[in-house]
């Protein structure tokens, strides 16, 4: 009976292009629906959980397990389920590993921007490297570089999810002659594509995206940057007591974790990270092909950086913007409107998108541009 | 049909005392149940929707709203949904207010102590008051207070969880001569009871006893508070900037605010806070009559500061500890195992605990100590 009415919900959803909180699987959200008073026969729903309870640890385990199997996260890092997202991790990752007191940024997009604002509270902040000067649609060769030797770390954002613009593969500063660790916020593409950890010193993301709901922030850290946290650090945020803590020091985002937990399990039936960076390779280029054989519509960023979660485009004639919302709207394609920093629009296509809905999209574009063009 | 599907699972539940996360009202769950694919119509899943969005804004101001009417804020107050939880706050606090460089503390339990250690970090503490002497179980008059005159601020936290320890009615610094603000720490009984905010400058709870689920900080802040941030405060956890961006400066917890926007319509349903009140006065009552005519457990606390939402009992024979444990399991009564820094059993009995719940513990406890006596 339950499957029934679950099934007739699913048909009627709409494809949700939103750039965070975002898209879920939908069989992630049935199942969590299916459990919301009674998770496996506990009389509990897991929001009614202690954290300190074996159902509950129960789950935590699994998630940290399956988060380290299918992103390959070797076992010298530490996994932590934090609170805040990005933007407090913008505080949390100098206040935790900023000890010597310089810190390299490379600017790409606003996100990147607004870490360096942040950190130059805690440390003295040094651009290596700043693409702004062509709007940030492109990568800075890292063989340009002006890298502070002896820094605490330099940071970038792997994906830049307002500029649409991702670091397809990671600069490797070992390679480059420097120890300095590399730390990356990730945010807008964990989970989407295998990544070498190898070149990662840490790496943080809010959940929002790929991960489960608003809430709950993943920080991956090798446990030899455990130990450098500044004096002034709030203890519910020191990753060396978070992580010796299990992430429960403080009571942890438990529902977060849990759906996080249900993706996580979606993913592995999926066929893991390699299948969904397949997938996502072609969603990705099913729309910027659309984009690129139009005259109508338009994507600035460099062919060997464009982003494969965060699509920006922009209608060349931008009176016709509302026009083409409203027609999305009614055709199910939702939260299109480009973020407001850079106008136009922006498709969200993370791991829950499936390919049906982005070849609805293009379906759409296309048909919206005969008419109008 | 979905109704007799909710019906059904509602009447098997088991009655559960965790003291956080804790038990949420059934209609509530089943409600986020039947909503988790599909909110209002809007074809998204509440997790699923943009911050920014007309969908989740009008949740928010939904909620904000609610909040504000049901515990009586002034309007000279700022309502925040933060994250990070109580321990967070110990921190967040004096980053934000402390900013004369002294605050006294009034310890009472486990909590107020733990937010007095952080504290020393940003500022000079002072023990105003401390009823260790006698174990956590009375309160100190505050006409004995040794309070700093120009601190910025006293704390104390209005209901100790782990030792069941209640202010029943706040100090009223103002009337003892002191401009000095009161921040209370009332996580665990926020939304049980009417509240003085006339003897309030700040207020701060986890969301996950009283209001909804883990992961959500309320954060209540008297406006002319919002100016005093020492320079090193996280952007995200500056309470000015988040009064400033209605709590949406980074991703706020969306899901965690909307579940909480459903206990908050709940609470209206059955009358609102006064209401609650009464509710939660009756049974308190019912089960320290219980323990207290019982020579078989025991209730340590003063008559006049016995926590109405958290109450620890002992069996006098300790050695029996387990097997009451695993009888109240078969009884479907949850999660009553005291906190290990206390030890005994503990019942938390918040807003979403019906009396039948109570009576059941309390009909068990006597059937126990029959068959055991």
Redesign the interface.
Known sequence: ??Q???KT??M???Y?F???????P?EV??E???E???WHGS???V?????R?KEFISIYEQAQADIRELLAIPDHFKILFM??????E???VP?NISCSGTVDFVVTGSWSKKSLE?AR??CSVNVAANNESDGHTSLPDPQTWKISRGASYLHLCSNETIHGVEWHELPDLKAMGYDNPLVIDFSSHAASRVLDWNRVGLAFA?A?KNLG????TLVVVREDLLDRAL??C????NYKIVAGNQSM????????IY?AGLVLQWLKRQGGIAAMESRNKVKAALLYDAIDKSQFYQNKVADNCRSRMNVPFFLRNESLNEAFLAGAQRH?L??LKGHKSVGGMRASIYNAMPTEGVQALVDYMLEFQKTRA
Chains 1, 2 share one sequence.
């Open positions: 009976m339950r029934v009415m679950t919900i699913l009627q959803r709409p949700n939103s750039a965070g909180p975002a898209t879920m939908q959200l049935a969590a629906a299916s919301m008073l009674d009389g509990m729903s929001m009614e959980m202690s954290h309870g609170q805040g997202g990005g933007l407090a913008n505080a949390l206040l942040e509270k805690y809010g929002q709901p608003a809430g709950l004096p002034i709030p203890s519910a945020f020091f403080n009571t942890p985002p438990t529902y977060a759906m199910g939702l939260q």
